[in-house]
């Protein structure tokens, strides 16, 4: 089956995409509005040296605080407005849908449709303000705690720095909802995806100037570019495959004809879950490890530098917990997204039926299971992809920017993205048809 992005391809053509004003406008607010996005990344916090900041982020950029810095867009360097990007608001997300599994009363409202959504984001939106005030607080008594970093310190330059990063991350969320409901792709995925592809040209010069002057081996940056190219065609692969299941329709006769019985294919993704598991999975990691590695550089208690130690990028504890993110989110977030039961039910409603399971209960246990076990092979492939690079690459001391995470996501935010853009353009193809259709029947009668 051609991929989203191969059907683009042979379908788009200039005429097509001239007549798409809808998109046109769409992709055009999408681009102004990652532009704002970016401008804001070079914002500073007021009340800090921009100069001795530079010097403090520099000696521990290779560690928690680069991986921070990439989902940010290089704002952390800079400690601008949008400094703390989405991370806060990602993790509310996770908590609120954690909790809502074993709440009655947040499960009921998953159930009411919109109405039901939008008290449930509402919920989301309160809890990222809460996680986002905390975790500038803590920004705010690091920055105090590195020598000559703050201008004036005290209670007017903590309370200023939290409501200048609460405000941009409240803004980021509001910019990321009007991307998604008027641009083009999910906005939270996209403001993610603008800020690493705006970092990989000073990744790439920089990489260039290690092998250079013979810090970085030359067969060591020749099979970093091998490691690449073939995590991305990994990355592909995995993302197109599914599961393909078999659904047979039993004739039918309606009126004096009888209608010959069907098949059909229940497409089930190999990785249903995509991107989130690992974006959640670096969330809950960098909520914790950004304040304690901030902290740290002050006079921070022991066990403080301990924690900032054991969290570092490509330590043990940060891999292993990193794993088992990974796995946790790419069981939970598919069993939010695919409803087994729901599905058996639609099939039997519409006469469907799995040659050889019985509809009802058993066509559904039969779909957890294939489900269960595709799953099993998709949190694999995320955790591989995600992992061995960050291994390889922290051995190397490699910039942050072209590890696994940062591949996965932006491989997948442009598949999605294209997929979306496909869609737009076939419904503009499939009203042009219907429009000359109407008109060849009107000049017919």
């Known amino acids: 089956m051609a991929s989203a992005a191969e059907q683009l ?6 005429s097509t995409f001239s007549k798409a004003k809808a998109l046109q406008q769409r992709i055009w607010f999408t681009l102004g509005a990652l532009l704002v996005y970016r401008l804001g990344t070079f914002i500073p916090v007021p009340g800090i040296d921009p100069d001795a900041f530079r010097a403090t982020f520099e000696q521990s950029q290779q560690g928690i605080i680069g991986m921070f810095n990439m989902f940010a867009g290089g704002a952390v360097e800079r400690m601008a407005i949008f400094a703390l990007n989405l991370i806060p608001y990602i993790t509310a997300s996770i908590v609120v849908q954690v909790v809502a599994t074993a709440s009655p009363r947040l499960e009921a409202l998953k159930k009411e449709g919109e109405a039901g959504r939008r008290k449930m984001n509402q919920y989301t939106r309160y809890l990222a303000v809460v996680f986002c005030a905390v975790q500038a607080y803590g920004i705010a008594v690091g920055l105090e705690g590195s020598q000559g970093v703050v201008l004036n310190p005290g209670w007017f330059f903590r309370i200023s720095t939290v409501i200048t990063l609460v405000g941009g991350t409240m803004f980021l969320m ?8 008027r641009g083009v792709g999910n906005g939270i995925s996209l403001i993610i995806f603008a800020g690493i592809v705006a970092n990989l040209p000073t990744t790439i010069v920089q990489t260039l100037e290690l092998s250079r002057t013979g810090a970085l081996p030359a067969f060591a940056g020749f099979g970093m570019i091998i490691i690449a190219l073939v995590v991305i065609a990994a990355i592909v692969f995995f993302e197109r495959a ?7 329709y039993p004739k039918r006769q309606v009126g004096n004809k009888m209608f010959q019985g069907d098949t059909s294919h229940l497409p089930l993704k190999l990785n249903t879950s995509g991107v989130i598991p690992v974006i959640f999975g670096s969330s809950l990691l960098l909520l914790p490890a950004t304040i304690a590695s901030f902290a740290a550089q002050g006079n921070a208690p022991e ?3 301990v924690v900032t130690a054991l969290l570092g990028r490509g330590q043990p504890l940060y891999l292993a917990l990193f794993a088992f993110f990974i796995i946790f989110f790419a069981f939970f977030y598919t ?4 409803n087994p039961q729901e599905t058996a039910d639609n099939l039997k409603r519409s006469g469907g039926f799995i040659p050889g399971i019985r509809p009802g209960e058993r066509t559904a246990q039969h779909i957890d299971y294939v489900l269960t076990r595709i799953t099993v092979i998709g949190a ?13 690459f922290s051995q190397l001391a490699v910039s942050q920017f072209i590890g696994g995470t940062s591949l996965l996501i932006m491989v997948t935010v442009t598949l999605d993205t294209v997929s979306q853009i496909q869609s737009h353009l076939i419904a503009q193809q499939y009203e042009g048809l219907v429009k000359k259709s109407r008109l060849g029947g009107g000049r017919r009668r």
């Open 174 to 181: 509001w910019l990321g909802e009007q991307i998604t409901s």
């Open 335 to 338: 069993a939010i997204v695919f």
């Open 380 to 392: 694999l492939y995320l955790t591989v992809v995600a992992l061995i690079p960050e291994v390889m």
């Open 9 to 14: 391809a042979r379908n788009l053509n200039f």
């Open 242 to 248: 599914q599961r393909r299941l078999l659904i047979q």
């Open 303 to 305: 066990w403080l530098q």
